[in-house]
């Protein structure tokens, strides 16, 4: 492998500005490499560099989850409906991170709508797993995830709904950061589930991603429930975690896991006390109903969300008949099984008789996680758990078994049912394939669990990743 | 339970055309997934508010100032069928 695809996002990006680097011969090895890219993880790679010549991520290409809107640029979120389309806008936080600096490298595979844990729902066929191409990468940030850890990409964006950030960043090896639901602006990003999407980075190192989450943040007029990021985003330094109270939940750190996740997660937390960090129980009684809150709320906003691809404004279109079979046959055509399969789940979580049992109740167990978290972060400073009870599953394992796939991210959903921001960083190997360690804490703590994060990679030292021998 | 009837209407209110074969698929598997979902039955919730939205903010309003919406041509291109202005769609039949 070359030196140049050696250097971290953040390397690079001082060496171009400190004139050492070229952004010409850095854009053409990832442009080269993006083009050659086996794992399908790439669904358009771009012929020129695009961003700002001068900012402080000048330089340093940036590989971009479908769903993210780009002007001009097919942007299907996946999925066969929205095949041909090209939007006329670009979505903000792209817009911001090109203004930085930062050219398109390319748009990424993902599960279609947002919707999956294995990226085998992609409309444009699955991704593979760079560590072992028999294994999902995760999903449904799964194309960007493997883009990253396979050295196509030095960094990605990737959006996280119940874990669509961690889980794919843990199954390949690197680094995800889902914010604070607010932090980022969602506009131009396809819809999946309103009130918990966020979009955040993917990227080989904590600095990297503090890096990339410094230029995503910030209130937008075209979102309405964006916040101004109370802070400045600092890059992270953090050498010891000494005070720094780390809470340990039963609910999320026993049941279901893996004996090689487990194995790692306990040297992960003997690490924390090594740095001087305390461990304590603390309880969060209603994650364990995470799931059921998450595959009712999520799946009933979808179903709204998604009523706009009818075949009229934009997209496919396919009829055989009237209108009514416009609409039905389009839709039948263009949305793959757990799409549908999702908007069923949402329109009878809504339909009138139902609607009390199922949504209004989801949106109580919601209210009980948010209170769980509450009470744990007023003992702790951060929760740590792994990110997902197992590695990398292999392709098809788990495509007869809707439930089995649900049940993969019990980790992962009761943060963003609270808004509250989570990182998942390598926390070494399991037979072979990485684990992810997964760090939460209070809304818009991310300053704090970059640095936590920041002290534990180095603690860790982990130092793998099929990047290396690209 | 849900059963065939029920997914076949469900499938109406969501516009989706499903196949014999997705109507019995999809019937045991919404069923699967509703048991697991409906162990939330065994909380006390009463008492508890309801969670839309987790973050804490206030109506957020901007002056009403006209400005420039898309232009027409640009919005109609991306659609599958465009005529007079518009975006065409088949008739809505009997």
Same mark, same amino acid.
């Given at each position: 492998?070359?030196?140049?695809?050696?250097?971290?996002?953040?390397?690079?990006?001082?060496?171009?500005?400190?004139?050492?680097?070229?952004?010409?011969?850095?854009?053409?090895?990832?442009?080269?490499?993006?083009?050659?890219?086996?794992?399908?993880?790439?669904?358009?790679?771009?012929?020129?560099?695009?961003?700002?010549?001068?900012?402080?991520?000048?330089?340093?290409?940036?590989?971009?989850?479908?769903?993210?809107?780009?002007?001009?640029?097919?942007?299907?979120?996946?999925?066969?409906?929205?095949?041909?389309?090209?939007?006329?806008?670009?979505?903000?936080?792209?817009?911001?991170?090109?203004?930085?600096?930062?050219?398109?490298?390319?748009?990424?595979?993902?599960?279609?709508?947002?919707?999956?844990?294995?990226?085998?729902?992609?409309?444009?066929?699955?991704?593979?797993?760079?560590?072992?191409?028999?294994?999902?990468?995760?999903?449904?940030?799964?194309?960007?995830?493997?883009?990253?850890?396979?050295?196509?990409?030095?960094?990605?964006?990737?959006?996280?709904?119940?874990?669509?950030?961690?889980?794919?960043?843990?199954?390949?090896?690197?680094?995800?950061?889902?914010?604070?639901?607010?932090?980022?602006?969602?506009?131009?990003?396809?819809?999946?589930?309103?009130?918990?999407?966020?979009?955040?980075?993917?990227?080989?190192?904590?600095?990297?991603?503090?890096?990339?989450?410094?230029?995503?943040?910030?209130?937008?007029?075209?979102? !309405?429930?964006?916040?101004?990021?109370?802070?400045?985003? *600092?890059?992270?330094?953090?050498? $010891?975690? &000494? @005070? =720094? +109270? /780390? #809470?340990?939940?039963?609910?999320?750190?026993?049941?279901?896991?893996?004996?090689?996740?487990?194995?790692?997660?306990?040297?992960?937390?003997?690490?924390?006390?090594?740095?001087?960090?305390?461990?304590?129980?603390?309880?969060?009684?209603?994650?364990?109903?995470?799931? !059921?809150?998450?595959?009712?709320?999520?799946?009933?906003? *979808?179903?709204?969300?998604?009523? $706009?691809? &009818? @075949? =009229? +404004? /934009? #997209?496919?279109?396919?009829?055989?008949?009237?209108?009514?079979?416009?609409?039905?046959?389009?839709?039948?055509?263009?949305?793959?099984?757990?799409?549908?399969?999702?908007?069923?789940?949402?329109?009878?979580?809504?339909?009138?008789?139902?609607?009390?049992?199922?949504?209004?109740?989801?949106?109580?167990?919601?209210?009980?996680? *948010?209170?769980?978290?509450?009470?744990?972060?007023?003992? =702790?400073?951060?929760?740590?758990?792994?990110?997902?009870?197992?590695?990398?599953?292999?392709?098809?394992?788990?495509?007869?078994?809707?439930?089995?796939?649900?049940?993969?991210?019990?980790?992962?959903?009761?943060?963003?049912?609270?808004?509250?921001?989570?990182?998942?960083?390598?926390?070494?190997?399991?037979?072979?394939?990485?684990?992810?360690?997964?760090?939460?804490?209070?809304?818009?703590?991310?300053?704090?669990?970059?640095?936590?994060?920041?002290?534990?990679?180095?603690?860790?030292?982990?130092?793998?990743?099929?990047?290396?021998?690209? | 339970?849900?059963?065939?009837?029920?997914?076949?209407?469900?499938?109406?209110?969501?516009?989706?055309?499903?196949?014999?074969?997705?109507?019995?698929?999809?019937?045991?598997?919404?069923?699967?997934?509703?048991?697991?979902?409906?162990?939330?039955?065994?909380?006390?919730?009463?008492?508890?508010?309801?969670?839309?939205?987790?973050?804490?903010?206030?109506?957020?309003?901007?002056?009403?100032?006209?400005?420039?919406?898309?232009?027409?041509?640009?919005?109609?291109?991306?659609?599958?069928?465009?005529?007079?202005?518009?975006?065409?769609?088949?008739?809505?039949?009997?």
């Amino acid at each position: 492998m070359s030196d140049l695809g050696y250097l971290s996002a953040a390397q690079a990006a001082e060496q171009i500005r400190a004139g050492e680097v070229s952004a010409d011969e850095l854009w053409t090895l990832y442009r080269e490499r993006a083009a050659a890219d086996d794992l399908n993880a790439f669904l358009w790679v771009a012929d020129e560099a695009d961003g700002a010549d001068d900012g402080p991520l000048a330089g340093v290409p940036l590989a971009v989850k479908d769903l993210f809107c780009v002007e001009g640029v097919p942007s299907y979120a996946g999925s066969r409906i929205l095949e041909g389309y090209r939007p006329p806008y670009t979505a903000t936080s792209v817009r911001k991170l090109r203004a930085a600096g930062a050219p398109v490298l390319g748009k990424t595979n993902m599960d279609e709508f947002a919707m999956g844990s294995s990226n085998e729902n992609s409309g444009f066929g699955p991704v593979e797993n760079p560590w072992d191409r028999e294994r999902v990468p995760g999903g449904s940030s799964g194309g960007s995830a493997a883009a990253v850890a396979a050295g196509s990409a030095p960094w990605a964006i990737g959006t996280d709904t119940g874990g669509s950030i961690r889980q794919p960043a843990a199954l390949c090896g690197i680094v995800g950061l889902k914010p604070t639901y607010g932090a980022v602006s969602r506009y131009g990003m396809i819809a999946f589930a309103s009130s918990l999407d966020q979009a955040g980075p993917l990227t080989r190192d904590v600095t990297d991603a503090a890096l990339l989450f410094r230029h995503m943040v910030g209130r937008d007029p075209c979102d !309405s429930t964006s916040l101004e990021f109370p802070e400045e985003v *600092a890059l992270p330094s953090a050498e $010891r975690l &000494d @005070g =720094v +109270r /780390f #809470g340990v939940p039963p609910e999320l750190t026993g049941e279901g896991i893996e004996d090689g996740v487990k194995t790692v997660f306990d040297e992960a937390l003997a690490k924390i006390e090594d740095l001087g960090g305390e461990l304590e129980e603390v309880a969060l009684p209603h994650s364990p109903h995470g799931i !059921s809150a998450y595959y009712v709320i999520a799946p009933a906003e *979808a179903s709204a969300n998604l009523s $706009r691809y &009818d @075949g =009229v +404004r /934009f #997209g496919t279109r396919a009829t055989d008949g009237d209108l009514l079979s416009m609409y039905e046959e389009t839709r039948e055509a263009g949305f793959g099984d757990e799409v549908k399969r999702r908007i069923m789940l949402g329109t009878y979580a809504l339909s009138s008789g139902y609607y009390e049992a199922y949504y209004g109740r989801a949106q109580r167990v919601r209210t009980k996680i *948010a209170d769980d978290f509450r009470e744990a972060f007023a003992k =702790v400073d951060l929760i740590v758990t792994p990110t997902s009870p197992t590695v990398a599953f292999k392709l098809g394992e788990r495509t007869d078994d809707p439930l089995a796939m649900y049940l993969s991210d019990a980790f992962t959903v009761p943060m963003p049912l609270a808004g509250i921001p989570a990182i998942s960083i390598p926390g070494g190997l399991a037979d072979g394939l990485p684990v992810g360690i997964q760090l939460a804490g209070p809304a818009f703590s991310e300053n704090r669990i970059l640095d936590a994060a920041y002290a534990l990679e180095q603690a860790i030292g982990f130092e793998e990743g099929p990047w290396r021998d690209a | 339970m849900i059963d065939r009837e029920q997914v076949l209407h469900v499938a109406r209110l969501a516009r989706l055309r499903l196949s014999d074969e997705e109507v019995e698929r999809m019937s045991s598997e919404l069923s699967t997934i509703l048991d697991h979902i409906e162990k939330i039955n065994e909380l006390e919730l009463d008492s508890v508010e309801p969670t839309s939205h987790v973050v804490e903010v206030e109506n957020v309003l901007r002056a009403d100032e006209p400005r420039e919406s898309w232009p027409r041509e640009q919005i109609l291109e991306l659609a599958p069928d465009a005529a007079d202005g518009g975006f065409r769609v088949p008739s809505p039949g009997a």
